[in-house]
């Protein structure tokens, strides 16, 4: 049987996304989303679940990233599920990331249009289609 990884969220954007270029020229960007559920408890009072996920974007898809992407911002992403761990005054720590391959920019054109306008580049978007990218592997948690 086949195993497979894939994940599919929806949700806000935390922080504005962090940019990396390597020395090789890879570039990465990282930032947090927050999917939320709510639902009534026993004594009938809603109640709002909030989860944050660490999503991590590889090569050409970090170009939308860095354009139209930022806190607040709702985005539709797939992925997988990723772990590493480091180690930081021999404590070792582990992270669990989405690795972002599908991305789609969600809410009004207006808002993706005042974004790019806020931005160095200022092209605006046809549409708010998908981006893809299949780049090599490599956290955040702020409320917004």
Do not use: C
């Not at 990465?28 to 679940?49: C, D, I, M, P, Q």
């Amino acid at each position: 049987m086949a195993s497979v990884n894939k994940v599919i969220l929806v949700g806000n954007v935390g922080k504005d996304p962090e940019l990396r270029t390597f020395d090789s020229g890879t570039t990465k960007a990282s930032f947090s989303l927050a999917t939320s559920e709510t639902y009534k408890n026993r004594e009938g009072e809603k109640v709002t679940n909030t989860e944050w996920h660490n999503l991590v974007v590889w090569g050409n898809l970090t170009k939308v990233v860095e354009q139209f992407v930022r806190k607040g911002s709702q985005i539709y992403v797939e992925g997988k599920l990723t772990s590493r761990s480091y180690e930081t005054d021999g404590i070792t720590k582990y992270i669990t990331e989405v690795r972002v391959n599908d991305l789609v920019l969600l809410g009004r054109r207006e808002d993706a249009e005042a974004r790019s306008t806020q931005s160095e580049n200022t092209s605006k978007p046809e549409s708010p289609a998908p981006a893809s990218d299949d780049s090599p592997a490599e956290a955040d948690d702020l409320p917004f």
